[in-house]
T-cell receptor, first 115, second 110 residues
Framework: GAGVSQTPSNKVTEKGKYVELRCDPISGHTALYWYRQSLGQGPEFLIYFQGTGAADDSGLPNDRFFAVRPEGSVSTLKIQRTERGDSAVYLC?????????????FGPGTRLTVL | DAKTTQPPSMDCAEGRAANLPCNHSTISGNEYVYWYRQIHSQGPQYIIHGLKNNETNEMASLIITEDRKSSTLILPHATLRDTAVYYCIVRVEGAQKLVFGQGTRLTINP
């Protein structure tokens, strides 16, 4: 079956611009996660949705970052006034139910480059 | 979540068993040990997890010491496709996020 998909696969933007990154989770998965991975580092948690609501946004680095999931399926990560330090791979994951034992299924990521 | 320590890199010959160690000396009773791997240019992939008993699935085996302060992921017959970064993660019961370290870069050599 279809896995988690993310679009675009690559995004190049200029400093100060606004970007949106999209995540399509596996159908029926209620939990959705965003992570960010800088070069040479492990992924870093940003935000977690259970259904439509953000249950934990403690990983968002500042108020330039915002994410939504209005219908409990597709999610969009929004970054305002991008900075060069925002350059990274942004990973999305989903799982069928929130719970410790549930594995998270990751998408291939969106590589964001801020010039 | 407890901190994990892994060697930065390891090599293994194709067809041999790859044994990847992980130290988690501050693990508490309600924390599970998870392993994920990340093949180049892909998202992380779940491998296996356990609490205190050894676990085996079609991908790997997980051996957890009796005091739970360390564990070993075993890939019984490594192939070139197993070349990846392997992450050992300790996750408290009920927690949603995964806390990744820098992992072990495993290279399988022909």
């Amino acid at each position: 079956g279809a896995g988690v998909s993310q679009t675009p696969s690559n995004k190049v933007t200029e400093k100060g611009k606004y970007v949106e990154l999209r995540c399509d989770p596996i159908s029926g998965h209620t939990a959705l996660y965003w992570y960010r991975q800088s070069l040479g580092q492990g992924p870093e948690f940003l935000i977690y949705f259970q259904g439509t609501g953000a249950a934990d946004d403690s990983g968002l680095p500042n108020d330039r970052f915002f994410a939504v999931r209005p219908e409990g399926s597709v999610s969009t990560l929004k970054i305002q006034r991008t900075e060069r330090g925002d350059s990274a791979v942004y990973l999305c994951a989903s799982s069928p139910l929130a719970g410790t034992w549930n594995e998270q299924f990751f998408g291939p990521g969106t590589r964001l480059t801020v010039l | 979540d407890a901190k994990t320590t892994q060697p930065p890199s390891m090599d293994c010959a194709e067809g041999r068993a790859a044994n990847l160690p992980c130290n988690h000396s501050t693990i508490s009773g309600n924390e599970y040990v998870y392993w994920y791997r990340q093949i180049h240019s892909q998202g992380p992939q779940y491998i296996i997890h356990g609490l205190k008993n050894n676990e085996t699935n079609e991908m790997a085996s997980l051996i957890i010491t009796e005091d739970r302060k360390s564990s070993t992921l075993i890939l019984p017959h490594a192939t070139l496709r197993d070349t990846a970064v392997y992450y050992c993660i300790v996750r408290v019961e009920g927690a949603q996020k995964l806390v990744f370290g820098q992992g072990t870069r495993l290279t399988i050599n022909p």
